[in-house]
């Protein structure tokens, strides 16, 4: 496919759609980058992984400053798994956009996977580089583009049928709410150590399991063949692991809560 074709690829879908995606995350010559379906949209702009970055940063230095003025002191456990928790408030509203816009997610994987192969460009890459509208930075059409970006690694994502699909909408869904409410409990102490060791054990839990089954999934169907080694670890094998380390930690923390029946592991 020529540039013109490829100029044509990353407009067309997106000319009409008031809530698109970047077409394109790179500078061509002569060209800023695409705005989100207004390609010469005026106004403040950021790009997708400063502002995705900007959100677990905030949320994270929040948590731990909250922590900090009530204890006198930062602890590496809560740090952490504050850390992860933020991350996971994060992609729940992802997973949110990922059922609230599959169709998008279908349309513009087609579109990564022709941008890849006419271009050789790096799907995620591409998607996270690219520069939106500061005003829609919260546009579910957007973050329905990690999927679509994503799907090139596994297309599961592109079909409501799937275990992948299913399991992360029902994260999105189903664990902001324990989620804030562990991390409140973990800053504050405002419940019992044991009540919040018996919610940590569920949450953490469930994310090693699902996290753990997901990767089975992935070898049996040996969608993650295709791929390149060092693609696999940093898109599939990577990230997956980060959701099966960190909640055994979460497990072994939220052990010490219930055994110990007081946040001593925390430092206070």
């Known amino acids: 496919m020529n540039d013109d074709n490829t100029r044509q690829a ?5 000319a009409d759609d008031n809530n698109a995606l970047p077409a394109d995350g790179h500078h061509e010559e002569g060209k800023a980058d695409t705005a ?9 702009k ?46 729940c509203y992802w997973e949110m956009c990922l059922y ?27 998607f996270l580089s690219a520069a939106i509208p500061l005003r829609r930075v919260c546009s579910p059409a957007l973050w329905a583009d990690v999927w679509a970006a994503y799907a090139l690694y596994d297309d599961a994502y592109t079909r409501r049928s799937t275990f992948g699909f299913n399991a992360d909408i029902g994260n ?8 804030i409410v562990l991390l409140a409990a973990l800053t504050t102490g405002f419940m019992p150590a044991t009540f919040a060791g018996i919610l940590g054990i569920a949450l953490f839990w469930q994310w090693v399991y699902v996290s753990s089954l997901y990767a089975v999934s992935v070898w049996v169907a040996g969608t993650h063949e295709p791929l390149p080694r060092s693609v696999r670890w940093l898109y599939v094998w990577g990230p997956n692991a980060v959701w099966i380390v960190v909640p055994a930690l979460g497990l072994y923390v939220s ?14």
């Open 46 to 91: 950021v790009v997708v992984a400063v502002a995705a970055a900007a959100f677990v940063v905030v949320v994270t230095l929040a948590w731990n400053t909250v922590s900090y003025r009530l204890h006198g002191a930062l602890n590496p456990y809560y740090f952490v798994l504050s850390l992860f928790l933020s991350v996971n408030l994060l992609i």
């Open 100 to 126: 609230l816009r599959h169709d998008r997610v279908v349309e513009r994987a087609r579109y990564w996977r022709e941008l890849r192969d006419s271009t050789g460009r790096n799907p995620a890459v591409g």
């Open 10 to 14: 990353a407009e067309g879908p997106l």
């Open 36 to 44: 989100v379906g207004e390609r010469d949209e005026k106004g403040p």
């Open 172 to 179: 999105g869904f189903f664990t902001p709410v324990p989620s």
């Open 255 to 268: 052990a010490r809560l219930i055994l110990d029946g007081t946040y001593g592991i925390f430092g206070h």
